[in-house]
Each structure stands twice: as C-alpha cells, then as structure tokens.
C-alpha cells in the first residue's frame, strides 16, 4: 500500500485579505486560513512567505490555521524586497526562497 505523500502549500501572506487582529476576522473570509479548511483537500505543510513588516500579521494567520487545521504544519518566511512592486525583485526573492526549499522527491 503506498504511503501519503505529504500536501505542501506554498502561499503568500495577502496583506489586504488575511488582515484581522480582533475576533471579527473569524466573520469574512480570509484565503490563507481558507485553504486550511477544506475537507477535501488536507493542508500537512504550509510555508506562509511574507515582507518583514507583515511578520505580526503572520503570527496570528499561523496561530489561525493551527486552530482550524491542527494538523496543518505553518512555517512563516520572510523575504526581504525593498520595493514590493518591483517584479523583478519580487521575483528574484521569491526564486531565491523556491531554491532553497526541500523536498524528497523519491519518496
């Protein structure tokens, strides 16, 4: 019988969407901890990128998931880019951060 392969999700941190600090942000939707709920689809891993000056608002989106997804692993990383919209730095950012992931593809 072949073993699970794990679900890893790699998102984004939107700072528009998943905002929220009081327990309001439990009554809209916020897409981070959404693709955390669904029956269908189990989340094992999450690596949650986001800017540096998002890193209270990661805390609490993590803390969010591990209370509707216990099992649902969330690792936070930040990158750094001086100018958010600037695509080619955004880019080579997020080239950078792709690369130094791991995973065991012979599994």
């Given at each position: ?21 009081t ?45 509707v ?39």
């Amino acid at each position: 019988m072949p073993s699970h392969r794990p679900t890893v999700v790699v998102g984004i941190l939107g700072l528009r969407l998943d905002a929220g600090q009081t327990e309001e942000r439990w009554t809209r939707w916020r897409p981070t901890v959404s693709l955390c709920q669904h029956e269908d689809l189990v989340v094992d891993r999450l690596e949650l990128v986001h800017l540096p000056s998002e890193r209270d608002l990661a805390a609490v989106v993590a803390g969010d998931i591990g209370t509707v997804s216990p099992e649902t692993v969330v690792t936070c990383h930040e990158i750094g880019v001086a100018d958010p919209w600037d695509f080619e730095e955004v880019f080579a950012s997020l080239h950078g951060f792709a690369r130094s992931l791991e995973f065991r593809t012979d599994d």
